[in-house]
């Protein structure tokens, strides 16, 4: 089959773990992982964002298949439900959440902490990826807070990528549900 | 009398496919695609029930069975 471009993208995702490690500020860049997938769906209508340009699809894809790391078994029902995968979306926002207000209460004024939570829970030491002190506090803040998410999530994705498919991260991916839901919701006159 | 032919295609569970679209990547007749970002829907006029997709789907919603083309 041709390969396209858009088949390379899962090296920007590797590459942004792999940052974030030398410099957190890097982790700000996830943002595009965020907006893109919105945008599209919201104007395009489309999961063409997960369809096509997902890199951390394509890195999963990658390691469960054709490094054939995956187990290559059927997901639990209960992680393709919908109560699991709405649920999950609820949580993760409700995490995104907490989040912001962490930036906000740096900013108005608490001493910004140099640690990545990984899984919601455990605070790694991560001050040597901060240099210095051309950006505020709260924006070294939300790039701490952003890797986390993005670290925690891809963690997830490994372990049910190793235990399941390759891509199973994409049966509870909260932007994938996210996006659908956004779909379903700009198309309801076609779908019908 | 016309004679009606079972062949083996791709069924996708509309309601729980996640629209991830890693069936339309593997299939070699380009006979799958997600539809408005919502499900996976055939042609099945194109597919040939090679299975591809079904191994391939994350949530496992794709099935082959015999559909009357």
Known sequence: MKRHWYDYLWIAS??????GFFNIMFAWLGMLCFMIPLLIAVFGKSKAYCNRYCGRGQLFQLLGGKLKLSRNSEIPRFIKSKTFRYGFL????AM??????NT???FAGRELSHKVT???TFKLPWHWACHGTVFAPWVVQFAYGFYSIM???TLLGVVTMLLFKPRSWCVYCPMGTMTQLICKARNRKELN | MAVVKARRKAIVDKNACVACGCCVKVCPRGAISVFKGVYAAVDIGK????GKCKTACPASVIGIGEVQA
């Open chain 1, 14 to 19: 590797a590459l942004y773990l792999i940052l």
């Open chain 1, 90 to 93: 609820i949580f993760f926002l």
């Open chain 1, 96 to 101: 995104f959440i907490s989040m912001l207000f």
């Open chain 1, 104 to 106: 906000y209460l740096v």
């Open chain 1, 118 to 120: 990984l899984l919601w």
């Open chain 1, 151 to 153: 670290l925690t999530s």
């Open chain 2, 47 to 50: 597919c040939i029930g090679c």
